[in-house]
């Protein structure tokens, strides 16, 4: 298992806590644990709506595909660490990062 | 107009595989999609990638698999109307419906079928006050007809390839074209990227990198747009006209206002026949929601033939519905 954080609006961080051996991406995690991500595409990348801010822990995501960035990159409102949660696999190195929700919700 | 027992809205592989479904039942078919060939995402989006979980195909290439769908419900006749969009639906007195595409084809069908998977792709829409008031008086987010910018101002935003081929064509239509991008390099083609430079370093366009829309000013109509580089100074541009330019996003379209209930961009079924809330329009493949849900095109399959079960009865109201196998009574053609 691996335990990461969810920054809310207000500031507070809300762990999660999940299986770090079954393949699941981010966004799957995300909508499992009930948090309000539109996931269209189902996890393709096409859509970008699992948009994410890394605010802690970026460097044991990996790095991002061609498609991946050429989606962040077209997004109105990216930061320097956005990632797409459908393309961030759950694994040992999520151990303590933080993301903020990013993506459209409705 | 054109006269169908069932109009189905998408053509991926959910939408062509209910035609064989309703052809078993003598059930004609009218398919609509906004794309202009069939097959939806396989055939648009990855054509060539394959499958492994269909029934029967150990691996199937997508496109292979739109083909075979193609070949598979031939004997059905099913008519397309492609490249087009279903913008409303009308009832009418004896509970069928009227549908009109934003070309203004009308088809007349007993039942609508909802097969439209991730929706239509539409511009997204950067995150800006007062949006809204100015799209269609200023903002625009496609160019349809470039002579509309003709000796006029242009802002355009985003660093894709739709943002840097538009500044190209429209620096020698608009008085005057400013290209905006947050980023300092484009990850746009190469040749077009190096284009934009070469157009800015001649003094033809002007390129602000590194900065970000931050609010709209005009009194009815946009006037000017308010910039915010890096170092959060801002930046005031006199415009006739924005065009942000930051990709596609699937959504609903006009779907959303026909009365369905929708829940995170999906539409609410009934489990026992995929019927939504509103009687003779049902909603099948990655489309619908119900608990338990799997976007899977196997999943839309079985959802095909049930819903088509259930919506006989609308196209012949005063026949039982036997159920039959193909094994036992081959595909009867019509």
């Known amino acids: ?106 | 107009m054109i006269t169908t027992d069932i109009c189905i809205i998408g053509a991926g592989p959910v939408g062509l595989f209910a035609v064989f479904e309703a052809g078993l039942l003598k059930m004609r078919c009218h398919l609509i999609d906004a794309l202009p060939q069939v097959g939806g995402q396989l055939s648009e989006i990855y054509p060539q990638k394959p499958i492994y979980d269909i029934p029967g195909y150990p691996e199937v290439k997508a496109q292979e698999l739109v083909d075979n769908l193609m070949e598979q419900i031939k004997p059905f006749n099913p008519t397309f109307s492609l490249g087009e969009r279903v913008d409303h639906i009308t009832k009418q007195e004896d509970g069928s419906y009227v549908l009109t595409t934003n070309d203004k084809t009308k088809v007349h069908a007993q039942v609508i079928v909802i097969a439209g998977g991730l929706g239509c792709f539409e511009p997204r829409k950067p995150v800006l006050e007062n949006l809204e008031k100015f799209e269609g008086k200023g903002i625009t987010y496609m160019v349809k007809n470039p002579e509309m910018f003709r000796d006029k101002k242009v802002v355009l935003a985003g660093g894709g390839d739709s943002a840097l081929d538009w500044t190209i064509f429209l620096a020698d239509v608009a008085e005057r074209v400013t290209l905006v991008h947050r980023n300092e390099t484009f990850r746009g083609a190469p040749d077009s990227a190096s284009k934009v430079f070469d157009l800015a370093n001649n003094g033809k366009i002007d390129l602000i990198l590194s900065a970000n829309l931050k609010s709209l000013g005009g009194n009815g109509k946009l006037d000017s747009i308010i910039l915010e580089n890096k170092s959060k100074e801002e930046i005031v541009l006199n415009t006739d006209y924005l065009i942000p330019l930051f990709g596609l996003s699937p959504k609903l379209g006009p779907i959303a206002d026909w009365g369905l209930t929708i829940d995170k961009n999906a539409i609410e079924v009934d489990t026992r026949d995929y019927s939504t809330g509103v009687e003779r329009i049902y909603a099948i493949g990655d489309i619908n929601t119900y608990e338990g849900k799997l976007k899977l095109i196997l999943c839309g399959f079985h959802e095909a033939a049930i819903m088509m079960h259930s919506a006989f009865k609308y196209v012949y109201p005063d026949q039982k519905l036997s159920f039959k196998y193909t094994t036992v009574n081959g595909v009867n053609s019509f």
């Open chain 1, 1 to 106: 298992m691996v335990t990461f954080h969810v920054e809310h609006e207000d500031g507070t961080r809300h762990p999660i806590e999940a299986p770090d051996d079954m393949g699941l991406s981010l966004m799957e995690v995300l909508k499992a644990s009930d948090y309000p991500v539109l996931a269209t595409c189902g996890g393709m990348a096409l859509c970008a709506t699992c948009h994410v801010e890394v605010l802690d822990g970026k460097d044991g995501l990996g790095d991002a595909s061609d498609l991946e960035l050429d989606q962040i990159d077209n997004l109105p409102n990216p930061t320097p660490t956005s990632r797409l949660a459908c393309q961030v696999r759950i694994s040992q190195e999520l151990e303590g990062a933080v993301f903020k929700l990013r993506g459209e919700s409705n």
